[in-house]
């Protein structure tokens, strides 16, 4: 019975203090401003997008998918 | 949690001081841990001076896209629950909840090569960076690796491998940056990295507080991190080498069904039953913008960026795609086509095409139709086409008149 009790309680101190040690340790990390993170997204995003196929159109004879185009297109 | 069968009258006296310190001593790490937590928030937020969309203002409008089904892949005969393209941008694999993990030539729609898995709802599957296997796994509780042989008659299921071993379902696997280590995550709350090989446990990662539903890998260039997604609405990062859980968000309000890296590493994109993407800094350590509608409320179930991280597509429970600017926020495209709720979605390595699983047992391969979508921004091109339309019609209508007028003609001899 008194094992009983102490293994329950050890159990969740055990969590508790994992807990807390896991927030100390992410309280330390060393954080950026958001504007800061927001321009670099934005260069990423300006520097790679004319080479996303999905954004910049490219010929049809790069993208395999795609059939060879008709001279008109019915919309 | 404390018995609280013995709280009314202890046996030995020893014991009510030892459970009274006890008590104490959890109390005391319960607001500990409060004020850590605050104190995190409180940092958080005196680096929350701005939010990405205002900084977005002053870049280019997309305006709409317009994107198309180039290939549609049939043959799967029940819901298709994952995919993965290989890194030679035109293989897929797939597995269903009848238990069979198919591989498929995209550009051809051609089946290569079919296994039939031993358990049905095969959740996760992936394909092995050289090609040459693919990785599945579900209700089995494992994740077997299947070497791809060229000879199509050969039996692939003589040549299984089990690698993982959870103790429940397995919800996502992926290969690191070779054919040698593979990563799971598990409805058992964990996730583990494995040596092909030998089917050992390389690292575990704990701290997830119900199942982790996906999982996703730094690209390369950022080193040896994780993040992972779960059904206690958390997304964690971990480090693999230590399994230590290094960030961890909780900004969502109901389970993580995806999670995907932005390409430049720096941060990653959720999706949600709460109907809700989210970007998260991982520099930052904070969330940075929602991508939702009032319109939109059936949960994602899959999310994954273009090449350049502008644009971010999320498979959705009410059939649709929907594609968002990820700077602006804002939605640029819904993609129909599907009968049943998307379940998974990925873009092609080198970000020509993406493709959709359905629980409408179908995967479809769409790219962008660039002459539909630029319509609206150029127009030079709608003059050229308003002009031929017109130039065709009235051609047409002058061949018929000169047609009738002939035949008039001829009557009128005829008499």
């Known amino acids: ?75 | 949690v404390l018995n609280f069968k013995y709280r009314g009258s202890p046996l030995i006296p020893e014991m009510a001081t030892q459970e009274v310190q006890l008590n104490e001593t959890l109390a005391h790490l319960k607001t500990e841990s409060e004020t850590l937590k605050s104190k995190l928030e409180e940092e958080r937020a005196k680096l929350h001076d701005v939010e990405l969309h205002q900084v977005a203002e002053k870049v280019e409008g997309l305006g709409q896209f317009v994107m198309k089904t180039r290939r549609t892949l049939k043959g799967h005969g029940n819901k298709v629950l994952c995919m993965d393209w290989c890194k030679d941008k035109r293989r897929i694999v797939s597995s269903s909840q009848d238990g069979k993990v198919i591989v498929w030539d995209a550009f051809t729609t051609n089946k290569e090569h079919a296994v039939t898995m031993p358990c049905t709802w095969v959740m996760a599957c992936a394909y092995a960076p050289s090609g040459c296997a693919v990785a599945c796994g579900g209700l089995d509780n494992k994740c077997s690796v299947y070497p791809l042989s060229l000879d199509k008659n050969e039996n692939l299921a003589a040549k299984k491998k089990s690698v993982a071993m959870h103790t429940n379902y397995l919800s996502a696997c992926s290969f690191t940056n070779s054919d040698m280590q593979i990563l799971t995550s598990s409805g058992d709350g964990t996730c583990a990295l494995w040596d092909v090989e030998s089917g050992q446990l390389l690292q575990s990662f704990h701290g997830h507080a119900a199942d982790v539903l996906c999982l996703d890998l730094a690209p390369s260039e950022t080193g040896n991190t994780f993040v992972s997604g779960g059904c206690d609405k958390k997304a964690n990062v971990w480090d693999m080498r230590s399994g230590q859980c290094i960030q961890s968000f909780e900004t969502h309000e109901s389970d993580i069904n995806s999670v995907r890296y932005y390409p430049s590493g720096d941060a990653f994109a959720s999706g949600s039953d709460d109907a809700t993407c989210r970007l998260y800094d991982l520099r930052a350590d904070r969330e940075v913008a929602i991508y939702s509608k009032e319109s939109i409320i059936f949960g994602v179930s899959s999310v994954d960026f273009s090449l350049s991280g502008r644009l971010l597509f999320g498979g959705y429970n009410d059939y649709t795609i929907n594609v968002w600017d990820v700077l602006k926020g804002t939605r640029v495209s819904i993609l129909f086509g599907h009968e049943n709720r998307v379940s998974t979605l990925r873009v092609s390595p080198d970000g020509t095409a993406f493709s959709t699983g359905s629980w409408d047992h179908t995967l479809r391969v769409c790219d962008d139709c660039y002459f539909l979508s630029n319509l609206t921004t150029l127009q030079p091109r709608v003059t050229f086409l308003v002009t031929s339309c017109n130039v065709c019609c009235f051609s047409l209508f002058f061949f018929f008149l000169s047609d009738l007028g002939l035949r008039m003609r001829t009557q009128r001899m005829k008499w």
């Open chain 1, 1 to 75: 019975m008194k094992d009983g009790i102490a293994n329950n309680s050890t159990a969740s101190i055990s969590q508790a203090r994992k807990a807390v040690e896991q927030l100390k340790m992410e309280a330390c990390m060393d954080r950026i401003k958001v504007s800061k993170a927001a321009a670099d997204l934005m260069a990423y995003c300006d520097a790679h997008i004319r080479e996303d196929p999905l954004i910049m159109p490219v010929p049809a004879s790069e993208n395999p998918f795609r059939e060879k185009k008709f001279f008109c297109t019915i919309l």
